[in-house]
């Protein structure tokens, strides 16, 4: 079975400086996706990023970008430039494979951002 | 719809009573999940169809949880004597078939009085 751990309940960061979010996996499927959601309180899960576990370069997706260690199952998630609307709760999750979204979620880890 | 709708948004039961969650998919999205998140918790995996059918049913935490999606689209999770431990946000998700994400409703938050 996948577990997903996220080791930072709380974390935060000023304005405009970098934060980086850690997560880990197991898993004994090699073909498989990983995924960055944003929990705002309005509580809709909102996709920040994803990455595709048979591709080595790690996706970025604007101010956001991943450190994919395939080896290690590690998965973690760099804010640059953070902004006030990026406080929010942030998951991790595990999916994606054989073509169906049933999600592994962590527990999640509090992001504030600071003025 | 553009995207997900779920009704109610909250809703307060008494214990023992039965409810219907709905969840309104993405027009066209073929899989539905629902997913369940306690207090502090990340979601967790409930049930997912493809069409109408219960394509895997494994997170559903006893018999007391049903689902349907009769027609293919709209689908209600259906939670028979609740207890204050089924409190949650409900979550809905849907993708489409070979869609690189599953888009997410802004749930619907139970609370067993």
């Known amino acids: 079975a996948q577990t997903v751990t996220q080791s930072q309940p709380e974390m935060s960061v000023q304005e405009a400086e970098t934060v980086t979010l850690s997560c880990t996996y197991d898993t004994s499927e090699n073909n498989y996706y990983l995924f960055w959601y944003k929990q705002p309180p309005s509580r809709q899960m909102i996709l920040v990023i994803r990455q595709e576990a048979y591709k080595q370069q790690n996706a970025t997706e604007n101010r956001f970008s991943v450190n994919f260690q395939k080896a290690a199952k590690s998965f973690s998630l760099k804010i640059s430039d953070s902004q006030l609307g990026d406080t929010a709760m942030y998951f991790c999750?595990?999916?994606?494979?054989?073509?169906?979204?049933?999600?592994?979620f962590g527990t999640g880890t509090r992001l504030k951002v600071l003025a | 719809g553009a995207g997900v709708s779920q009704t109610p948004s909250n809703k307060v039961t008494e214990k023992g009573k039965y409810v219907e969650l709905r969840c309104d998919p993405i027009s066209g999205h073929t899989a539905l999940y629902w997913y369940r998140q306690s207090l502090g918790q990340g979601p967790e995996f409930l049930i997912y169809f493809q069409g109408t059918g219960a394509a895997d049913d494994s997170g559903l935490p006893n018999d007391r949880f049903f689902a349907v999606r009769p027609e293919g689209s709209v689908s209600t999770l259906k939670i028979q004597r609740t207890e204050r431990g089924d409190s949650a946000v409900y979550l809905c998700a849907s993708s489409s078939l070979g869609g690189a994400e599953a888009f997410f409703g802004q749930g619907t938050r139970l609370t067993v009085v």
């Open positions: 999750a595990f999916g994606g494979s054989q073509g169906t979204y049933k999600y592994i």
